[in-house]
């Protein structure tokens, strides 16, 4: 097997002919984090490291663990060429990384290029590829409905947002090909010293003052029923560990006011405000349909350098095996039980079993989402849909989404996931354990028409 050639990830006939099906479907993207301003702006992109790492923090950690300088990977006055040609040098060390195939993907299916990476090789690929970025066939717009064929992707966005770029994008595809997703984490994360001041911003936004955390949930409906008229599916909630949801609103308004007092807090009080907010949230995507995604044991920022001198999203953070997710998470799930369509993600490998067994439990509007962040690799998605497999349904799969800034990685990692679950297929028909024919409609399922059904996209 060479690299990247037709065998890639697939270990088996059964699996080729599989991935042979479903290779050419177009990507249904249910989860990602686009720039959609840069996407309705449709302008060239400047050079390669615009297009392939500027806006990946998988890559600025890879080139942080082979010791380049932070000047060559977010710095301001390096050139993207430098940063590029830094990206190049030590890109040979991360061979065994995703990140490796990724690019070297995106290199050889959008550009033609078949060559390594390399120091050798690093400013003809950067000159070759920084040429190609200045013609209009790879504007964004047309990268997206042409090589990279999307059909629907839903951005991430914050409640108080206006959503003018999505608009203005939509229009030039000439149909909706961009949704918006409702994202009120900065509403419901009290402890997060950014919190007071962003309360401001939603009274100003809404044109309300915020005296109750009822006032608050009036504002959450007006945001939810906005993005409702602009083709909004879902909402998506970062949660270190999950909140009991079962708090009296005397309490959370308690809370609320204790806090716009700007008076500190327990921790107890704020786990007890995120799963009243929660709640209020899951009660609106139930009204509306809306599928609510639970990305989960995320602990941010643990690297003080990173966070102090770069901000958040910069590649700080961690997973943390001891977490328990079942208490608080039955909970929730109990209270909207057949209410609510929940897609529950996971980041560490051992929770995989809770969840797994959690979504078999709860029945079909609780699906499992694709191995997400840490996970997203050809081992992680490759443990995960066996497991998924032999205890859950993979037929309940809620299919894979890119949880992307960059946007070659509609191509990159959708083709890696409809590698890994053809492998993963093929195994179980070539090991008699499942039908060819059962197969096949299982693939187009999970890669294609399934997610579609399941998100009302």
Known sequence: MAFLDNNYL?????GLKIFDSVKSLPVVDPHNHANVREIADNNCYSDAWQLFAATDHYVWEMMRKRNVPESLITGKNASGEEKFLALAKIFPEVAGNPVYEWIHLDLKRYFGIDELLSEKTGKKIYDTVTAKLATDAYRPQALLTGPLNVEVMSSTDDLIDTLEDHARANKAFGKTLIRPTWRPDKAMKIFSPAWRPYMDQVAKRFNITLNSVTDLVDAFKMSHDYFAERGCRASDHGLEYPVFADVDVKEADRIFRKAMAQEALTKAEVDSFMGYILAEAAELNSQKDWVTQLHLGAVRDVRNTLFDNLGPDVGG??????????????SFLNRFDERLKVVLYCLEASHQGTLATISRAFG???????????????????RQLEYIGSADTLSNFAGMVSDSRKLLSYGSRFE????VMSDVLGNLVERGQMPDEIAFDLAERMAYSGTKKFWNL
């Not at 697939?10 to 059964?14: E, F, P, Q």
């Not at 079909?364 to 490759?382: E, R, Y």
């Not at 890696?416 to 590698?419: G, H, I, K, L, S």
Request: proline content about 5%.
């Open 10 to 14: 697939i270990s088996n006939a059964s």
């Open 416 to 419: 890696m996931f409809r590698r």
């Open 317 to 330: 953070d961690i997973s943390n095996h001891y977490l328990d997710y079942a208490p608080a998470l039955c």
């Open 364 to 382: 079909a509007k609780v699906a499992l989402g694709s191995a997400w962040w840490l996970l997203d690799t050809p081992i992680g998605m490759h």
